[in-house]
C-alpha cells in the first residue's frame, strides 16, 4: 500500500499508539516517527533519542512513551506535556524488547546482558532484576491466560516465567542456535519459535514437545507476527523476505521478496499486523517502512 522512507537509518522498533490507525516506529536514526494507516502520510516526530533505538512501548492512558535504546536505558516521555519525565538504567546490554503487564501494571525489559528487570508501571520504579542467561534476550512475549512470558534466548533455549513471582516454570530446548523470537499461540496452546539459523519450530505447551520443525528462510528469522483473528501470522528474516503462513496448516501462503512484490532490500527486522483494514506493517536495515494489504 505504502513505503515511507523518512527515517534515515536501518529500523527496529514499531508500537501502536491509542489509536488504531496509529503507530510509532524507530531504530537507528535516534528518531520516532508517528505514522497514520489511515491517511498514508507520517504525522509527526514524536522523540529524539541519543542513541539508536531498538524497542517501544506506548501506554494510552497515560500517553507515555518508552523509548528502549542500544545503551541499555529507556527514556520514559510524557507526549502531553513533550519531556523526559523518567530515565530507566540498570541493563548494560541493548534494551531488546519491552512488555507490558497489565493484569499487574509492571514493565519487563530484556536485554543483551542476559537479563530482564520488573518495573512499577505507576511510578517506574525497580521492583526486581533477574539474571536469566549468559547470551542476549531478543523478545518477550506474554500470554495474559497462562500468566507467563516466554523468552528468546541466544543460548538457544525459550525459557518460560510465571508473572505471579517471575520464577521459572519450564524451557523449550535447547535448539541448535540462538532464538530471537517467541509468540504465544493461546487458541491451540501452542508456541511458534524462530531461531538464527532459519528454523521455524512449533511446540506444544501441554506436552511441551517439538512438533514441527521447519527451515522457513535461508537466513535469521527476526520477527513473528499473527494477525488479528490468528488465522495467519507472518514471518520476518535477514534474508529480506516476509512470508505468510496458514496458522491451523503450517503452510507459506505468500512470499513477498524482491521488486515485483515492492520488498525491503535489507534484512527485515520487525513486524506488526494491525487490526486497522488488517494491514501487516514491516520495517528493515533499508530504513523503509511498508504498509501490506492481506486479503
Not at 521459572?168 to 530471537?180: D, H, Q, V, W, Y
Not at 522457513?216 to 490468528?230: Q, T, V
Not at 496458514?246 to 535489507?266: C, F, N, S, W, Y
Request: net charge neutral; aromatic share 10%; charged share 25%.
Amino acid at each position: 500500500k505504502k513505503v515511507f522512507k523518512e527515517h534515515k537509518g536501518a529500523l527496529y522498533a514499531i508500537a501502536p499508539s491509542d489509536k488504531e490507525n496509529l503507530i510509532f516506529v524507530a531504530g537507528s536514526d535516534r528518531t520516532v516517527i508517528e505514522f497514520d494507516l489511515e491517511t498514508l502520510e507520517a504525522k509527526r516526530l514524536v522523540a529524539k533519542s541519543a542513541a539508536a533505538v531498538m524497542s517501544l512501548l506506548y501506554f494510552p492512558e497515560k500517553k507515555h512513551l518508552l523509548i528502549g535504546q542500544a545503551e541499555g536505558g529507556v527514556h520514559v516521555v510524557d507526549l502531553n506535556q513533550n519531556k523526559e519525565i523518567h530515565y530507566l538504567k540498570i541493563h548494560k546490554g541493548y534494551i531488546f524488547d519491552l512488555c507490558y503487564l497489565k493484569e499487574k501494571n509492571e514493565i519487563v525489559l530484556s536485554s543483551g546482558d542476559g537479563s530482564i528487570s520488573i518495573w512499577s508501571a505507576d511510578d517506574y520504579k525497580l521492583l526486581y532484576q533477574k539474571e536469566v542467561c549468559e547470551q542476549k534476550i531478543r523478545k518477550i512475549d506474554y500470554s495474559s491466560s497462562r500468566k507467563e512470558i516466554a523468552l528468546a534466548c541466544g543460548d538457544g533455549i525459550v525459557r518460560v516465567f510465571s508473572t505471579e513471582d517471575y520464577q521459572e516454570k519450564f524451557t523449550l530446548g535447547p535448539l541448535k542456535s540462538a532464538i530471537n523470537t517467541v509468540r504465544f499461540n493461546d487458541e491451540n496452546q501452542s508456541m511458534l519459535v524462530g531461531e538464527k539459523d532459519a528454523h521455524l519450530s512449533l511446540y506444544d505447551l501441554n506436552s511441551k514437545e517439538q512438533i514441527m520443525d521447519l527451515v522457513a528462510h535461508y537466513w535469521a528469522i527476526y520477527d513473528i507476527a499473527f494477525s488479528y483473528e490468528n488465522k495467519l501470522f507472518a514471518t520476518a528474516s535477514r534474508d529480506k523476505t516476509i512470508k505468510i503462513w496458514d496458522t491451523q496448516r503450517m503452510v507459506v501462503l505468500k512470499r513477498i521478496e524482491g521488486l515485483k512484490d515492492k520488498a525491503h532490500t535489507h534484512s527485515v527486522n520487525g513486524l506488526y499486523w494491525t487490526n486497522f483494514k488488517n494491514y501487516l506493517i514491516s520495517i528493515g536495515d533499508d530504513g523503509a517502512l511498508r504498509i501490506w494489504s492481506v486479503s
